[in-house]
């Protein structure tokens, strides 16, 4: 499954969203949508095996986030086992057709890492790729968010952490300026009953040597508590198309979870 007078803005076209937005700093709602409902595992078309687990892709016409289009054909695992993710447009209707995967088993204390091959910290103002546990149907609760996203704003910085509480409102959050040495990066987060704990790394190599960016939600924060599954997705904010009108692809070389 997303976070001045720009500002004031921003924070007005969200208000009517479901999540409530009392964040560390000031960036959208990245899985709020006005489909009720919408934001719930789709009908998938498709099953794929990537990193040991199976997860379903999401094939639906115009829903959340976004709203966007998303397609089955814009997501496959490649021959060295990779996942690729690709927003593109459709010579045929015109449309912009986006990519979520959702895996099939759920996950709980742990720490969750991806391993990225992909100018993420160059992504189109529009564009938003996603690494995340959600609960379907529950927005605003139970949700853990690697974002990297500008929310349609090039001044808005691109790198975003979140996270939602397990019952009632207010998420934390904190946002970075991302400049890769590359295009090879890695990203962790780690679960337990009382913290959520983020850091990333330059390469695929996890050497502290390597981190940028640790943050931990703050002490007594409400966190989520159950095992849910993971998504993976690459879509266009408010729907809107690059403003390069650029297609983009991003891999996933793997995904891996470490119980607690």
Known sequence: MKRLTILIAAMALFASCSKEATKTTATPDPT??????????AAA???????????????????????????????????????????????????????EVISRQTFGYGSYVWKIEGAVDKLDRNIVLGLFNYKAGDNGHHEIDIEFARWGNSAWHNFNYTVYPATGSGNVSQTYE?????????????????????????????DEANSFFPWTTPAGYNVGT??????MNLWLFNGNAPS????????????????A
Not at 32 to 41: E, L, P, Q
Not at 85 to 97: E, F, H, Y
Not at 179 to 206: D, E, P
């Open 45 to 99: 078309a498709a099953t794929i095996s990537f990193s040991g687990y199976t997860w379903d892709v999401r094939d639906q016409g115009s829903s959340g986030p976004g709203p966007n289009y998303w397609s089955s054909g814009n997501v496959w695992v490649d021959s060295e086992g990779h996942l690729h993710l690709k927003i593109r447009k459709d010579p045929a209707t015109g449309r912009w057709l986006c990519a």
């Open 32 to 41: 709020s949508t006005n489909d009720d409902g919408a934001r719930k595992v």
């Open 226 to 231: 159950l095992s849910l599954p993971v998504h």
């Open 178 to 206: 991302l400049a890769l040495n590359g295009t090879y990066s890695s990203y962790k987060f780690t679960r337990t009953s009382t913290a959520v704990s983020y850091k990333g790394y330059h390469g695929h190599n996890l």
């Open 244 to 259: 390069n009108q650029q297609e983009v692809e991003i891999i996933i070389h793997s995904f891996t979870f470490t119980a």
